[in-house]
């Protein structure tokens, strides 16, 4: 009876040993991942505290006291204090990100106040107004040093303390902030759904015939191999492209309601025809390069388990790419990062939520992605003439 169970045992160990991809998926991969997962993780979030912190900020102070010049000059080697009054114009500047400075305030006769001589005139403690725009993440470090450095001189004098009704301290309006947490957010979940559309399609068209054994039928058939890699890329692109169409519809009705945050609320958060477009082009892109790319790991495998198991790291860095956009300062400037494929699409989607949306950029991803799509059907057609590859058990 042992000699049974352990003879059991070295079958099922030689399987599993046996087959590499088993073992990658299973052993190695999980570990793998997770180190990049956190290491991605880790680097995003170290670059979102570093970031701007080289950028020179100028910090303009009105009623300078003595006291705090050294103390403000020796804050930060980037950030340059001038003495000179804050106007309204200068705040209204900070809101349209037409300047890159924090405005401090100082009431008069400051340090008077801070000896316990002014208070007892109004039995109000003088406030120090620090106006800043927190989408500027170069700003908002320096905001948060000259408020914690005014918080630790002492207790007879508030901070950012709203003298007025409607008065804000933070110029970041509410639609460049919802802009910035959907520019984040909404990327990541775009490329899943249609991922989703193609991982129920893709796989089974290639490795669902190689299962069934029709694929002889189709090889034999008196076509060229490339007008069949062609054919089985379009073919699932379009089926495929049904599921974009359909986020897309999903995506430009949900928007208007996700940004209003509820009836009879205008957060002035509104997007263009333009964004639309440059939105449901980069989509049908998206799926056509995902369909492609699957459809080449779909030839691979021997069947369609086993189709399934190889695109799912496939998914995986999909996932990945997806998650960039949260530790990051809105799309990138780069058109260069605009010919990786499946980033690329992640990068428009951002600056479209972002409203940042540059043409230069989607045509460069429209261009990149047919040309990755071209490659594809080179390389599934290689498949096709490929018996090893077409009849592997």
């Known amino acids: 009876m042992k000699s049974n169970t352990w003879t059991i045992i070295k079958k099922e160990f030689a399987r599993f040993f046996g087959d590499r991809q088993l073992l990658f998926t299973t052993v190695i991969m999980p570990g793998l991942l997770i180190y990049i997962i956190y290491s991605l993780m880790g680097s995003g979030i170290q670059s979102m505290v570093t970031e701007g912190a080289n950028e020179v900020v100028t910090m303009r102070v009105e009623n300078m006291p003595a006291s705090m010049a050294p103390v403000f000059s020796a804050m930060d080697s980037s950030l340059v204090v001038v003495e000179q009054p804050v106007t309204e114009a200068d705040i209204a500047m900070l809101e349209d990100k037409e300047l890159n400075a924090v405005l401090v305030r100082f009431p008069d006769r400051f340090e008077e106040a801070v000896a316990g001589m002014q208070v007892a005139d109004s039995g109000v403690l003088p406030n120090v107004e620090i106006y800043y725009n927190s989408t500027n993440n170069a700003a908002s470090r320096v905001y948060m040093a000259v408020s914690a450095t ?46 989703s559309g193609v991982m129920a399609i893709a796989p089974s068209s290639i490795a669902g015939e190689k299962e069934r054994g029709t694929i002889a039928t189709l090889l034999v058939t008196p076509m060229k191999r490339s007008e069949l890699a062609l054919g089985k890329i379009v073919s699932l692109s379009a089926i495929a492209l049904l599921s974009g169409i359909s986020s897309f519809v999903g995506i430009a009705l949900s928007l208007p309601k996700m940004v209003g945050m509820g009836e009879g609320v205008d957060l002035g958060f509104h997007y263009t025809t333009s964004d639309y477009v440059a939105l449901l082009l980069v989509i049908l892109a998206s799926v056509l390069i995902m369909a492609s790319a699957v459809s080449l790991l779909s030839a691979l495998a021997k069947d369609v388990k086993n189709a399934g198991t190889m695109v799912t790291p496939f998914m995986l860095v999909v ?6 956009p ?18 690329n699409s992640i990068e428009v989607m951002t600056a479209v939520f972002s409203h940042e949306l540059s043409w230069s950029a989607v045509i460069v991803t429209l261009a990149s992605d047919v040309v990755y799509t071209g490659m594809a059907v080179w390389g599934l057609t290689r498949m096709f003439n490929s018996e090893k590859v077409m009849f592997s058990k």
Not at 319 to 324: C, I, N, Q, S, Y
Not at 326 to 343: D, H, K, T
């Open 319 to 324: 996932m990945l790419a997806g998650l960039l």
């Open 326 to 343: 949260m530790f990051q300062n809105g799309a990138s400037e780069n058109l260069a990062v605009y010919l990786i494929p499946f980033y």
């Open 150 to 195: 005014l918080g630790n001189i002492g207790r007879t004098f508030t901070v950012n303390v709203p003298q007025s009704e409607g008065q804000r301290f933070d110029q970041a309006s509410d639609e460049s902030i919802g802009a910035m947490i959907w520019g984040k957010i909404l990327p990541m979940l775009i490329m899943m759904m249609l991922f």
